[in-house]
């Protein structure tokens, strides 16, 4: 039975003890007189903790001890591809010459950098059948943002100020309408039909000389592939609007099959999903964003381009509608090191492999689980990259939630699903186990979830109250929100005046 | 290749048998007919083979440990202690997803938690978030911030125009959907805010942004007034400052602050060719501000046996709750690299903080006194990191003359601000040694 650790471990400030230091800084290298004005001196306290090295390093440590990652099992989180980070990824991005190099270093000393930037975007290019990409989006989000920019500055650019609108389907990623929103559309939603994919009457009857584009991700949230895409990208064009791809699920199709050749306009890619990256517990990710060779000239500033006469890669400012800069600099470098190295190992075939075990992993678990008491399977049975059961019936029938089954999941040491996304199915449990792992852990998912269907007709408080065996129990979330303590100082102050017992 | 990332490969026609499939292909019947292609890649290939290949593309890259840089500008060379790089690769902890099952990810949660503290207690103000992409994406995001706080019967957001080219262009783009006005107010004689145009700018402001050393270097004196200007023309004021100099430089939260925005990167990581960074969003204790914040925020309750517990909270705001009317759409942060920030800072402590900032200060006053001897100082006053250097040469030919002697020079801004000459940004740092500067100058003297 799994066991996490339970450190009860203190806050590092509860850790502290005075004088104690955890690094020697260097001399300054002249003892030059310096004077601060004195409005601006330091007079507050500043309440940082004390502590030795090796009891930082026990303290965070046991911290990690307390969390679980892709190398402790499973984590089979929908529309987030926890595939396995490979270690060499890590080796190479830990070379010097990642580490030790300015973003303002004269181009002839950082010739290597730019050529893992102009490499990766070549294997993107041929990956989404786009023309172009910028690599600066620093994730997803910030790459959404930058296509719907794009596709702002192309309608304002073409004389149409009027298409304002955004399409989104009712099964999309929430960051969809909050990037168009960002980038001034108003949100325009278009609803599912029975199979869950996109209603191609609503959205026929959406479009207008208004229209600016749809943001679609193939296959959608519910895993199902979107067979209708070229009559979708059909009307959307036809329209006036754009085509956005939401690169968020492309796992699934990862080397079978181009988003450009799905008609896609605009692509944005995770590449700390869909290319092996670590998610580092909410970041570093990275966002690249790819576009047809009519909107080229809209990309952030600069691009990485390349010299073939004189052999020499270079910052290319030369984009002369660019929308601008979505974040400073050029994105998040070492994270596309780690994306080039696993290109190169995987190469044609093992991306193909890769899209492919996903798909049959995910059917394999589709097919095994069907039939279990409790748990439903809204819309068509063939799944892509993930599949969205529902716990419904379990709800209604023994008032065990999609939510307590994801925490007795994790009594068995395995990391829940998404649960209630995508919004259109009720009580949803959205499973993307990816392709690294391996049958038995399928297999021991699926058993999992058998297991918790029968303690909930059969026990369910069992299931009501988990999680048992994690770090901490069910923890209270409205609690947090209804008072909220979001620092050491707020604490302090609380527990101060007796508004916290714990 | 990489088929030893794959561990149902070999499994493959036993497994699509079981579930009544004869072949792959049937599991992408659901495609439209043509569109499955053939891709243009190259074949895979051994890790060994890969690991040549980049050690010998990377090793083109010159590193600032084999030519002295004086390059800053934005970006800085800081030593991270051995132990940070090791204890956030703990997987544990680097192949974790976003927490949203709290029970299982306590160590990501607390570690976040311990990040929004010290940078509370630094930056003076008790709520932080659990990062931004960076402090340009923070600033641009404090911007829409005041407008929302304004319901949008306000615009403008003022800030200075001795700003880094790369937070004014994130800026830019950011509040383009929004239309908000941005408005730069110049400096004056002494190189900082023009306190006469300020009051000008700020009519009807939305906002009012300002950082304790500017894009310069220079050390901007009158935080605190600019502030009171801000404040009483109903504008937020959103203070920015380099974590590093908190130690010794009062902390914006105690200079008026509404809102404070910094590089939490500049502690416990790398350059790394300019990012991943982590951008610091810190805002007062107000129901009003932090309803409007972006981003993850951890808080402290507790779990069913009334143990202390974290979890991502007041998710109200945020895109997969509120989708389109979030107040941001950020989703991904940069939480590892905000980890690896408060582990230098634990590090350091409040002592370490202060040592930190002081020899810092040292360093770049020496820089600039030895600057001086060859060159011209814009503006007279006490700077951090950063020092402009005017020269008479053109600067791409000084440049290139110090980068024939393995040196790399500064970051020339005459291209952003043309009315500075030829000025170049030159930088120091606590990793800055003395024959570095000493050798500089004296290439300095043959060339400039």
């Known amino acids: 039975m799994f066991r996490q650790a339970k450190w009860d471990e203190p806050l590092i400030f509860e850790l502290s003890r005075e004088g104690r230091v955890g690094y020697t800084l260097p001399k300054p290298i002249e003892d030059v007189d310096v004077e601060i004005p004195e409005k601006l001196k330091r007079k507050s306290t500043l309440n940082l903790p004390e502590l030795s090295e090796p009891e930082i390093v ?17 984590y089979p989180l929908g529309s987030c591809t926890m595939k396995y980070n490979p270690k060499i990824n890590e080796e190479i991005a830990g070379h010097p010459g990642v580490a030790y190099i300015h973003p303002y270093q004269d181009e002839r000393t950082v010739q290597g950098a730019l050529r893992i930037m102009w490499e990766l975007e070549q294997w993107l290019k041929e990956i989404t059948g786009m023309d172009r990409f910028t690599l600066q989006p620093a994730a997803g989000a910030n790459g959404e943002f930058t296509g719907v920019s794009i596709i702002r500055a192309y309608h304002l650019d073409n004389g149409e100020p009027q298409r304002d609108e955004m399409l989104v389907p009712d099964s999309a990623h929430g960051t969809n309408p909050a990037s168009a929103a960002m980038a001034g559309f108003k949100v325009i939603e278009i609803p599912s039909n029975e199979n869950g994919t996109v209603d191609l009457e609503a959205l026929e009857n959406a479009v207008s000389e208004r229209t600016a584009g749809l943001m679609l991700t193939n296959p959608n949230t519910l895993g199902i592939f979107e067979d209708e895409i070229l009559e979708i990208a059909k009307i959307v064009h036809k329209a006036g609007g754009l085509l956005y791809y939401d690169g968020a699920n492309l796992n699934a199709v990862l080397g079978k099959v181009r988003p450009g050749d799905m008609g896609f306009d605009i692509v944005h890619l995770n590449l700390h999903k869909t290319f092996s990256t670590p998610h580092g517990g909410g970041g570093p990710g990275s966002g690249p964003v790819g576009v047809k060779d009519f909107l080229r000239d809209y990309l952030p500033v600069p691009l990485v381009s390349y010299d073939e006469e004189n052999d020499r890669y270079y910052l290319d400012y030369n984009v002369p509608k660019s929308i601008g800069k979505v974040k400073e600099l050029y994105g998040n470098f070492a994270v596309m090191v780690k994306a080039l190295v696993y290109l190169k190992i995987m190469g044609r075939e093992g991306l193909r492999n890769a899209s492919e075990m996903a798909v049959l992993n995910t059917n394999y678990l589709t097919r095994k689980l069907l039939g279990t008491r409790g748990y439903e399977l809204p819309g068509k049975k063939l799944r892509k990259h993930e599949v969205v059961f529902s716990a419904e019936p379990m709800k209604k029938e023994t008032g065990v939630t999609a939510m307590d089954v994801a925490k007795r999941l994790l009594d068995f040491g395995l990391h829940a699903p998404t649960v209630y996304f995508p919004l259109i199915v009720h009580e949803a449990l959205m499973i993307e186990p990816t392709e690294t792992v391996s049958r038995e852990e399928l297999d021991a998912y699926v058993e999992a979830l058998k297991r918790i269907s029968e303690e909930a007709y059969g026990n369910p408080e069992v299931v009501k109250s988990a999680p048992h065996n994690t770090a901490v129990r069910r923890i209270d979330d409205v609690l947090a929100a209804k008072k909220p303590v979001l620092s050491w100082r707020m604490y302090l102050e609380l527990k101060e005046k007796g508004e916290v017992d714990y | 290749m990489g088929r030893h990332y794959l561990p149902n490969l070999a499994q493959r026609e036993e497994m ?16 439209p007919k043509g569109m499955v292609k053939e891709f243009n890649l190259p074949e895979g290939k051994s890790e060994y083979e890969v690991f040549l290949e980049l050690n010998e593309v990377l090793s083109k890259n010159k590193t600032v440990l084999e030519m002295p840089s004086f390059l800053g500008a934005g970006t800085y060379f800081h030593y991270v202690p051995a132990h940070v790089k090791y204890l956030i690769e703990r997987s544990e902890f680097l192949t974790a997803y976003t927490p949203y099952q709290p029970e299982i990810s306590q160590g990501m949660l607390q570690a976040l938690f311990e990040y929004q503290s010290m940078m509370a207690e630094l930056y003076g103000l008790p709520v932080v978030n659990s990062s931004m992409y960076d402090w340009g994406t923070a600033i641009a995001e404090a911007a829409l911030m005041t407008v929302r706080l304004h319901r949008g019967r306000r615009k403008r957001f003022v800030i200075p125009k001795a700003i880094s080219p790369e937070k004014r262009a994130v800026i830019e783009t950011y509040t383009r959907g929004a239309n908000l006005e941005i408005v730069e107010v110049t400096w004056d004689e002494s190189g900082k805010i023009d306190i006469e145009k300020l009051k000008e700018a700020v009519e009807n402001a939305a906002g009012v942004y300002v950082e304790m050393a500017n894009f310069f270097g220079l050390v901007e004196e009158n935080v605190r007034e600019i502030g009171e200007i801000a404040k009483e023309a109903g504008a937020y004021f959103v203070v920015g400052a380099d974590p590093t100099m908190l130690g010794i430089f009062e902390a914006p939260g105690e200079l008026g602050a509404d809102i404070a925005v910094g590089e939490a990167s500049y502690l416990g990581n790398p350059m790394n060719f300019g990012g991943p960074r982590a951008g610091v969003f810190a805002v007062r204790d107000d ?3 932090i309803r409007q914040m972006p981003g993850r925020i951890i808080g402290m309750t507790k779990d069913a046996d009334g143990k202390r517990a974290f979890v991502m909270t007041l998710q109200t705001r945020e895109q997969h709750i509120r989708r389109a009317k979030a107040t941001s759409n950020i989703c991904s942060n940069e939480a590892l690299v905000a980890v690896a920030s408060a582990i230098h800072l634990a590090s350091l402590g409040p002592k370490g903080l202060k040592e930190l900032g002081e020899v810092i200060l040292k360093n770049t006053a020496y820089l600039k006194r030895r600057l001086s001897e060859v060159a011209e100082i814009p503006f007279e006053g006490l700077y951090f990191k950063d020092v402009p250097a005017r020269f008479e040469r053109p600067y791409g030919e000084i440049h290139e003359a110090l980068l024939a002697r393995g040196i790399h020079g ?17 930088s120091a740092t606590e990793t800055t040694r003395k024959e570095w500067v000493d050798a500089l100058i004296e290439a300095l003297k043959e060339v400039a």
């Open chain 2, 16 to 31: 699509l048998k079981e579930i009544g499939f004869s072949s792959v292909e049937e599991l992408f019947a659901d495609v």
């Open chain 1, 58 to 74: 026990k303290h965070y440590t046991r911290l990690s001890e307390m969390n679980y990652g892709v190398d402790s099992g499973i």
């Open chain 2, 287 to 289: 129901k009003k501000l």
């Open chain 2, 410 to 426: 500064g970051y020339y801004i005459g291209e952003h601000f043309p009315e500075l000459g030829e000025t170049a940004l030159f």
